[in-house]
């Protein structure tokens, strides 16, 4: 069976106490919000749209910080199984959330929750998406710019 490629988009969002937000995939495997870009969307706006149908937070409440990149993984199926059949292309951003505020909107996405920032790879179901948030942190606090926000670890 050949392997579908898709796309994906979604981001790392940071809380006004710098928490990070992680979403439930099916009550079965936990992630960063993120999902499949539509045909008539692009990186940010799927990205944007994910982080509302899996958190409730509003692209109101939202501040484009920074493109983190993109890495590949494959499907995590309904069981928080590796789907070999599809192979996606994450695109992810860093966002910064004005609310700490979360509302279910998406059935599939049943749990959202903030977590402290070196809690997250540890609760991250796929090791791709561990490894990428391992990246994508360090990445962000050698920026200038954001290092208040995310803090080395003691």
Aim: with cysteine.
């Amino acid at each position: 069976m050949p392997i579908k490629d898709t796309r994906s988009a979604g981001g790392i969002v940071l809380n006004p106490n710098n928490e990070v937000l992680v979403v439930s995939q099916w009550g079965t495997s936990w992630s960063l919000p993120k999902g499949h870009i539509e045909k008539e969307e692009d990186d940010k706006t799927a990205a944007l749209r994910e982080i509302y149908e899996e958190s409730g937070i509003t692209e109101k409440d939202l501040q484009l910080v920074m493109d983190l990149g993109s890495y590949q993984r494959f499907k995590i199926n309904e069981k928080g199984e590796e789907d070999k059949s599809e192979r996606k292309t994450i695109a992810m951003f860093l966002f910064k959330s004005a609310t700490a505020e979360l509302a279910k909107v998406d059935p599939e996405n049943p749990e959202a929750k903030w977590l402290n920032q070196e809690q997250v790879a540890d609760l991250l179901t796929c090791k791709e998406d561990k490894e990428f948030y391992l990246v994508a942190l360090e990445k962000i606090r050698e920026s200038d710019e954001h290092r208040s926000e995310f803090k080395n670890p003691k």
